[in-house]
């Protein structure tokens, strides 16, 4: 009896304390201000948080909770401001030019050495949105001019690698992988449905490139494409212009003729009738990254067709042109869309 009497005293001092230590807590979370357990797991419901699902091999999309809209547009805000506070209008208003932006779609044709460097511009200039299309490996003499091939990257897919590195640069970005190469028999198959605001066409093949142009021109999309950067040297050369007006770009000057020949594009004027007619061609509303350095020249018989699937071409090339090349493609399609000026081609 008095061994079950002193159990019974014993777990009574038990609760007793077990109460008083548990009001003593209470007590001092409420006088220093220490959060409840409820708390913290409310603060971190609302951190933000991404979670990429994969629809199929070449498409992934980011679900975002509602909660957490307000901050990732704050820290959207701090990581691309200055590209917004750049394109201002008269109003100082920067939210309008990042809010487009953040919403466009660009997609890039091509991620080789011209490529790379402009999907890396692109995203940091807070584009919203890219589609990165191509089927090609890194190779280990890709190292001279593209922005993802290093020494662990080699033999792995350009537009995989560029995705891990755009996804660093930021985390929500939505990227999507088209694992594809362009032809003349699926051009419309593979860019028929992006929903893109502007096109990035960066192959090197003429047949391929004006294919994909007349078919931008069908389907009514924006266009920005690029001319040849091997065989120069001097960066600074790189301009940008309608592609009717472009001079000196052997890849351009037969992707333009192939155009009017097969894919009914206006006919140019020669040069007698511009001299007497006073007026130029009707510029056809394509964007040109070009260069006026001339071309380094090759000895007769040498083979300079398109370099689909050669890892490196017989003129050379070096990334600080390539690079060039990108920027300026890039800085094209953000002013287009910062200051809501995309215009499709025009046959």
């Not at 797991?41 to 199929?56: E, F, M, S, V």
């Not at 809209?69 to 209008?89: P, T």
């Not at 490996?137 to 080699?154: E, G, K, P």
């Not at 070096?318 to 809501?340: K, L």
Request: glycine share 10%.
């Amino acid at each position: 009896m008095r061994i079950g009497v002193g159990v019974l005293a014993v777990k009574r001092r038990r609760r007793e304390w077990s109460f008083y230590r548990c009001f003593v807590v209470f007590a001092t979370s409420i006088l220093l201000g220490i959060p409840r357990q409820s708390d913290s797991l409310q603060g971190q419901c609302q951190t933000i948080r991404r979670r990429p699902l994969k629809l199929y091999d070449s498409t992934q999309l980011e679900i975002a909770i509602p909660d957490e809209v307000d901050s990732r547009q704050e820290e959207y805000r701090l990581r691309f401001g200055g590209v917004g506070r750049l394109y201002e209008g008269k109003s100082s208003d920067s939210s309008r030019p990042l809010q487009r932006l953040q919403q466009a779609t660009v997609a890039i044709v091509g991620l080789g050495g011209v490529g790379s460097w402009a999907a890396e511009a692109l995203c940091r200039s807070g584009i919203g949105n890219l589609v990165l299309i191509d089927l090609d490996d890194i190779c280990i003499s890709n190292t001279n001019r593209q922005l993802h091939a290093t020494s662990s990257t080699i033999g792995r897919l350009k537009i995989e690698e560029m995705q891990k590195k755009l996804f660093d640069i930021n985390p929500h970005c939505n990227v999507s992988l088209v694992h594809e190469f362009v032809s003349p028999e699926n051009v419309h198959e593979v860019i028929g449905n992006l929903g893109a605001t502007v096109l990035l066409d960066m192959i090197d093949g003429s047949r391929e490139k004006s294919a994909l142009l007349a078919a931008c021109a069908d389907l009514k999309l924006p266009v920005v494409t690029c001319g040849g950067a091997a065989g120069r040297r001097d960066p600074t050369k790189i301009i940008c212009g309608d592609l009717t007006e472009v001079e000196g770009d052997k890849l351009l000057a037969t992707c333009r003729k192939e155009l009017r020949k097969y894919h009914g594009f206006e006919r140019g004027l020669s040069f007698q009738e511009k001299r007497k007619n006073h007026r130029k061609s009707r510029k056809w509303s394509i964007a040109a990254v070009f260069s006026t350095e001339p071309q380094k020249s090759l000895p007769a018989g040498t083979d300079l067709g398109s370099s689909f699937r050669r890892c490196d071409g017989a003129l050379g090339t070096a990334c600080f042109v390539t690079g060039a090349y990108g920027f300026a493609a890039a800085a094209r399609v953000v002013d287009m869309i910062a200051e809501g000026r995309t215009k499709p081609p025009q046959r």
